[in-house]
């Protein structure tokens, strides 16, 4: 199966970007999607987007269109979510999770979720 | 988009009770629908799939039920470890929308 590791737990200020990164490894035989989500304090969570390495395709969830983006590097099996214009509602854990990029897009497994923070 | 409602929002049960939970798709979804565990501090973790198929090593008291718009976690008796908040989650086209969240504590 495979296995998911995150980088570390980023502060920044409003207004700044922070780019988390999602490193994938284990048996990459058959197409798969990047999905992320995030999860502010005690909230739910909220579906961001999804990436396939394979085609290059992305898909972004509404709110998030425009200050978002989801890239994949091949040399290191590594997905990054970029987000832009931060602002304190930001302020949350951002995980990523692969689901099968077809219709069975259940999300397994998770990585571990990083820490954003947005404070001034 | 598709919007995904659950109720309720929290729960408190006894251990030993049945417990359910359901959520409803704004638009069918066929059985394109998932359920996750997440404790608190925790990473979510996938407990069904396809509306009613148990992920492997998942402890059967769990189930789900449902097709179309009206889908349902079923914990045929609750265990102190079950205490979490459970998340349905549409995932056949994007939006791969989450529902709110069910808070489950024991009484």
């Known amino acids: 199966q495979l296995q998911l590791v995150q980088s570390g737990a980023e502060v920044r200020k409003p207004g700044a970007s922070v780019k988390v990164s999602c490193k994938v490894s284990g048996p990459m035989f058959s197409p798969f999607d990047i999905n992320w989500v995030r999860q502010a304090t005690g909230q739910g969570l909220d579906w961001m987007g999804w990436l396939n390495p394979n085609s290059d395709n992305t898909a972004y969830a509404r709110k998030f269109q425009g200050r978002v983006t989801l890239t994949w590097d091949s040399s290191t099996s590594t997905a990054y979510l970029e987000l832009f214009s931060l602002t304190s509602e930001d302020t949350a854990v951002y995980y990523c999770?692969?689901?099968?990029?077809?219709?069975?897009?259940?999300?397994?497994?998770w990585g571990q979720g990083t820490l954003v923070t947005v404070s001034s | 988009d598709i919007q995904m409602t659950q109720s309720p929002s929290s729960l408190s049960a006894s251990v030993g009770d049945r417990v359910t939970i359901t959520c409803r798709a704004s638009q069918g979804i066929s059985s394109h629908l998932a359920w996750y565990q997440q404790k608190p501090g925790r990473v979510p973790k996938l407990l069904i799939y396809r509306a009613s198929t148990l992920q492997s090593g998942v402890p059967s008291r769990f189930s789900g039920s449902g097709y179309g718009t009206e889908f349902t976690l079923t914990i045929s008796s609750l265990q102190p470890e079950d205490v979490a908040t459970y998340y349905c989650q549409k995932y056949n086209r994007s939006p791969r929308t989450f529902g709110q969240g069910t808070k489950v504590e024991i009484e």
């Open positions: 999770a692969t689901s099968d990029g077809y219709d069975d897009n259940w999300f397994d497994p």
